[in-house]
């Protein structure tokens, strides 16, 4: 009942589905929830901008952790390309717009030039 096999490594499940949750929903939302209270502090004078400031980069920094990892595999293993794969972009080239013709509007039409009587 409680065997375990090779394959079945019950401490790298718990560590993975861990790490999936604190780098998942619930970072986003705590992330989300902590940019708005510091800046809400901010708007009212309790929090200063440094610790405003502080608070962001923080959130950077956990969102962006998995990407910051695999850079720093990526510069201190030369052997393994541990890099991300560029992204395939696509690029359109602007063509200038056609000719504008005049226009009907007039924001007068319905204004009547009556003024209400003095009192």
């Known amino acids: 009942m409680f065997e375990?096999?090779?394959t079945q490594q019950?401490?790298?499940g718990a560590l993975n589905w861990l790490t999936d949750t604190m780098l998942g929903e619930v970072a986003v939302t705590l992330c989300v929830l902590?940019?708005?209270f510091v800046g809400?502090?901010?708007l009212?004078?309790?929090?200063?901008i440094r610790r405003g400031?502080?608070?962001i980069l923080g959130c950077f920094i956990l969102l962006g952790a998995p990407v910051i990892a695999s850079s720093i595999l990526g510069v201190m293993g030369p052997?393994?390309?541990n890099a991300i794969p560029p992204v395939d972009?696509?690029?359109y080239e602007a063509q200038p717009r056609e000719e504008l013709g005049p226009s009907n509007y007039n924001p007068y039409t319905g204004a009547s030039s009556r003024r209400p009587p003095p009192e």
């Open 89 to 91: 972009t696509v690029v």
């Open 53 to 55: 400031g502080q608070v």
């Open 44 to 48: 009212t004078g309790r929090i200063s």
């Open 40 to 42: 809400f502090s901010m």
């Open 4 to 6: 375990t096999t090779a």
């Open 79 to 81: 052997g393994q390309s």
């Open 10 to 12: 019950p401490f790298a």
């Open 34 to 36: 902590a940019v708005a």
